[in-house]
């Protein structure tokens, strides 16, 4: 779970409220709580040494906005500066040529094959007709991954288990001439930066092809050591842009920003999961505060805003405000919630989440449970709708009879219901207009 | 010990990856506070973990000051021996006592660390002390998974058991060990998919399987490892975490050591989880496996970087 660096500040700053400007011992204060924070979350500590010194120019000194406290302007400086190294918004493919060429690289297992699949068919998704090269012979099966993954979402793949990856490459340019493709995707082994052999290796793949793109793809759960394979990579061939993977974990990511620091180059996706779809735009202000670990407050909302019908939202903010909420309505919002994700997911994505009791963050929405889940409410009557309490064991047993699962399912059930119940109560009492007024009102805690 | 020379061999393939560190001697001279910043920097950039490495420094001046160590050479040499201090090496070739029944090892681990390289390397090490191998192709989800594992067990030169992709690791497992009993095999290596330890239903995946396990095999999983990548950061300690609740950890084998990668994350898990690492990987061919020399580590470790 997320610390929430945002209300430490505070703690730090509370003896300046009201103060005018930010002075040198507050900023300095708060800059060691923000270079432990970007330490944990894994960016590089040289990298953590020049954005402190930037941000510290930047703080001291500044007005306090009226609406903010001490606390929350540092954080927004430090979000800001933190924004802009990364970007100010999302850059897209180099994909405007009539046949373009991209080329991914990286280090072993960092997802380089899943990642040719998902931007392949992403391009296809965009009027593109793209063709994948095998031009990994060294693992073993990894054209076979690459060939059956392309399979699945029905492209092409050219190589020759036989060949040199160089002569590999090379040759797909006519393949892709023959078979009308415009978009060449490049596969290559992964490797490590102080592999001499395999770098100039490489480099020699980029001048055979001269691509367009070529694209670092770097596990989001890198360490410190990021820097050190970036720059080599960058040194090497000058990377056009980064690619973060494995982002669907609960990593802060910090590695984005050290990758960035030494290359200058832009993150152009983020992988957010094993399929063929998950790959997503990278938003440098989402990754901002996930990096300062305050939580993808943003992104939730949008997510939440995006799923959630507006009407039935109010309708259920009635609901919990009288405290009526039964288990027709926990399916109905087991529903919109699926499309959000796992529960777990959602909470991790809110500051101060961390008190989900333990039963609900076992829940997943998937396809699996869902199914489940509305089966059982499915199979309850009427009343036992209503009042849960009139459920007693043998209910129990002809609930699980009629809905084809366990007793130990519909107690789960229950219990998690029960749970659910509990924990819109505490939100209605703190916040009488309900859940989605309380999103809105997060959204301005942190004002960026 | 000829394990050990071929973790030297691996290793010193190049100057500047983790074999390099060694050769670089720390700058004699007077301890001051410029001395304990650059050392705690230097865990900092092993992945240590800023906490650790603060706490490690503090344990460091105490020590210091209670030897009377002047040397800056003599103080690195301390700090290397609270390292040292902090990790024990686990069990390698481990078997279990039964003579009568197959020893099944596990690797689990998030996607992409190595671990079906490293059952691979485990395979390879076990046949040549005498071991009649089994490998178990238990990644029935990622693509050619099996194929993978399957070309690495020729190469191995042991049976391979394996399903159709797509289908229950679990049952797979449990047929395999059945499989190994008939056909007397010593020592069963599975293999499973890579997932992130967010993930519920993937860990409770992980879960039925050491259940099933068990059910077939009392005393099974005789050791379950952890592979994790060598550059991955502080995340490895909840890796560990959540996949120890899914099917209790015995060692890890920390992966792509031979980069530049310093692996310090391995402490932390150590000091929070009492989880030690087993074996170290140290490149990408079948003999590239090595026990975990926690000396070696250590020194490493405090090269700068
Ligand atoms: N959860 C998750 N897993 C991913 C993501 N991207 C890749 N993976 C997984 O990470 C593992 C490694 O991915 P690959 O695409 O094989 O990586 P690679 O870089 O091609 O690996 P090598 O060719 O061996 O260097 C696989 O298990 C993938 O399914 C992602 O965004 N999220
Ligand atoms: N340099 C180096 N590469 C390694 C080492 N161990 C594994 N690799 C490479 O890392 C990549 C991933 O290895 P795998 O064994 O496929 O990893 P995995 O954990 O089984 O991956 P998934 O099943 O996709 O989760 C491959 O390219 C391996 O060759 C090592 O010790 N050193
Ligand atoms: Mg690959
Ligand atoms: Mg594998």
């Not at chain 1, 939580?295 to 919990?320: F, P, R, Y």
């Not at chain 2, 706490?55 to 800056?72: A, F, H, P």
């Not at chain 2, 020729?154 to 049952?171: L, T």
């Amino acid at each position: 779970m997320f610390s929430n660096l945002a209300e430490k500040l505070q703690g730090t700053l509370r003896k300046i409220k009201g103060k005018g400007k930010l002075n040198e011992k507050d900023v300095d204060g708060a800059m060691r709580e923000i270079r432990l924070a970007l330490l944990e979350a894994d960016v590089n500590f040289k990298v953590v040494k020049d954005f402190i010194a930037a941000v510290k120019e930047r703080a001291v000194g500044h007005e306090v906005m009226e609406s903010l406290t001490p606390g929350q302007q540092v954080v927004k400086i430090v979000n800001e500066e933190m924004t802009r190294l990364m970007g100010q918004e999302h850059s897209g493919l180099e994909t405007g040529k009539s046949r373009t060429a991209i080329m991914m690289v990286g280090l072993q297992g960092s997802g380089k094959t899943t990642t040719a699949i998902k931007l392949a068919r992403h391009l296809r998704g965009q009027g593109r007709s793209p063709l994948l090269v095998g031009a990994d012979t060294y693992r073993p099966g990894a054209v076979k991954q690459l060939e059956k993954m392309a399979d699945s979402i029905g492209e092409k793949v050219y190589s020759n288990l036989e060949e040199d990856p160089v002569d590999i490459c090379r040759e797909a340019l006519q393949v892709a001439d023959r078979e009308n493709c415009d978009v060449i995707i490049y596969d290559t082994a992964g490797r490590l930066h102080i592999d001499d052999e395999m770098m100039s290796e490489m480099a020699e793949i980029k001048k055979a092809v001269n691509p367009e793109e070529i694209l670092l793809v770097v596990d989001a759960m890198t360490g410190q050591d990021a820097v050190n394979a970036a720059a080599s990579f960058n040194d090497s061939v000058g990377l056009s842009g980064v690619i973060l993977t494995k982002l669907d974990g609960d990593t802060r990511g910090g590695a984005a920003l050290s990758v960035l620091a030494v290359t200058g180059c832009p993150v152009k996706f983020v992988g957010v999961g094993e399929k063929t779809d998950a790959l997503e735009p990278f938003y440098p202000d989402r990754m901002a505060s996930r990096i300062l670990g305050m939580g993808d407050v943003l992104s939730l909302i949008e997510k939440a805003e995006a799923s959630i019908d507006q009407d039935k939202a109010k309708e259920m903010e009635q609901k919990l405000r009288k405290q009526q909420f039964t288990l027709d309505d926990f399916k109905e919002q087991l529903g919109q919630l699926r499309s959000m994700g796992s529960l777990e997911d959602i909470m991790e994505m809110l500051p101060n989440a961390g008190s989900l009791p333990k039963e609900l963050k076992q829940m997943s929405f998937n396809e699996d449970n869902f199914k489940r889940i509305d089966a059982i409410i499915g199979s309850m009557t009427k009343e036992e709708r209503q009042d849960p309490s009139t459920i007693n064991s043998s209910r129990r047993q002809r609930i699980a009879r009629g809905s084809g699962t366990t007793v130990q399912d519909v107690n789960r059930l229950l219990n998690q219901f029960k749970q659910m119940q509990k924990m819109f109560k505490q939100m209605g009492a703190a916040d009488k207009k309900g859940m989605s007024k309380k999103m809105k009102k997060m959204k301005n805690k942190f004002p960026f | 010990m000829n394990l050990f020379k071929q973790f030297k061999n691996g290793l010193s393939r190049s100057k500047t990856g983790f074999m390099g560190r060694l050769d670089h001697l720390f700058d004699s001279g007077d301890i001051d506070e410029e001395f304990y910043d650059e050392l705690e920097e230097t865990l900092v950039s092993g992945d240590v973990g800023v906490q650790a490495s603060m706490k490690l420094v503090d344990q460091l001046r105490e020590e210091i000051s209670k030897r009377k160590i002047k040397d800056k050479e003599d103080a690195r040499q301390v700090l290397q021996e609270l390292v040292v201090n902090m990790i024990s090496p686990g069990k390698t070739m481990f078997t279990s006592a039964s003579i009568n029944e197959p020893t099944v090892i596990l690797l689990i681990g998030v996607n992409g660390t190595g671990k079906t390289t490293s059952a691979a390397k485990l395979a390879h090490l076990y046949k040549q002390s005498g071991n009649e191998v089994m490998l178990v192709a238990g990644d029935t989800f990622r693509a050619a998974a099996i194929e993978q594992l399957e070309i690495w067990a020729e190469r191995a030169g042991v049976d391979i058991v394996k399903q159709k992709s797509g289908s229950d690791s679990a049952a797979l497992f449990y047929d395999a060990i059945n499989a190994a009993r008939a056909r007397n095999v010593d020592v069963v290596i599975g293999d499973t998919a890579g997932r992130l330890h967010s993930k519920y239903n993937l860990m409770e995946e992980l879960n039925k399987i050491y259940r099933v396990v068990e059910r077939n095999l009392p005393g099974a999983p005789h050791q379950v490892l952890l592979v994790v990548d060598a550059t991955t950061g502080q995340n490895a300690v909840v890796q560990a975490k959540k996949f120890n609740e899914s099917m209790p950890i015995d060692g890890l084998v920390l992966a792509k050591l031979d980069g530049t990668a310093r692996g310090g994350i391995v402490l932390n898990i150590q000091e929070e989880l009492d989880i030690p690492v087993c074996y170290i990987g140290t490149g990408e061919k079948i003999e590239d496996l090595a026990p975990f020399d926690p000396e070696m580590f250590s020194r490493a470790l405090l090269e700068k970087n």
